[in-house]
């Protein structure tokens, strides 16, 4: 008869531990996020499409040097240069990312010696359309002048992202 009780009074008591929690969820605040109406801010940090960046003037900081492309480990950029015949300098012509290969590891950034790229928090991508997803360098420059934060180095030559202002260019 005790253990019969027992096993009662135990169930009981799980059963309002259970009711507790469910009332007290009841009574919370709701944390279901309406996307795309509505939008978590995400952190500087997260890693959306790689972008280029631009100086105070608004020029590329990019020098081609495709290290960037080398340490790719899909290959999805693509950067095509000539060398400016009075100031010996190389242009950049050509710089595709293609964001259905890229796999936001970064590494692209970490190789930057320039602080020329940046992982953005840009990350609605989706579309119906497969070329739009391969970026232009005119984009990926567009995205990364709307940088609303500076880029935050967490070592010497590597930038940690940025935040934009949101929106897509294509
Ligand atoms: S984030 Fe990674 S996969 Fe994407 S372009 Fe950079 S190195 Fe390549
Ligand atoms: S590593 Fe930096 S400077 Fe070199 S090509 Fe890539 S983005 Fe340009």
Redesign the pocket.
């Given at each position: 008869m005790w253990q019969g009780l027992l096993t009662f009074l135990n169930a009981l008591r799980t059963a309002l531990i259970g009711m507790g929690i469910t009332i007290r969820n009841f009574f919370s605040p709701t944390v279901t996020i309406e996307y795309p109406e509505q939008q978590l801010d995400v952190p500087l940090g997260f890693r959306g499409l790689p972008v280029?960046l631009s100086d105070d003037e608004g020029n590329l900081?990019?020098?081609?040097?495709?290290?960037?492309?080398r340490a790719c480990p899909v290959d999805c950029i693509e950067?095509q240069d000539h060398r400016d015949p009075e100031t010996r300098r190389k242009v950049?012509d050509v710089f595709n990312l293609d964001s259905t290969w890229c796999m936001y590891c970064g590494l692209?950034v970490e190789?930057?010696?320039?602080d020329?790229?940046a992982m953005s928090d840009h990350f609605e991508l989706a579309s119906y359309d497969m070329p739009s997803l391969v970026y232009t360098k005119e984009q990926l420059a567009e995205i990364g002048r709307r940088a609303i934060t500076p880029t935050v180095n967490i070592r010497e030559t590597q930038n940690f992202g940025i935040k934009t202002g949101g929106g897509d260019p294509r």
């Open positions: 280029l900081k990019c020098v081609s040097c495709q290290l960037c492309a950067i950049v692209c190789a930057c010696p320039f020329a790229l």
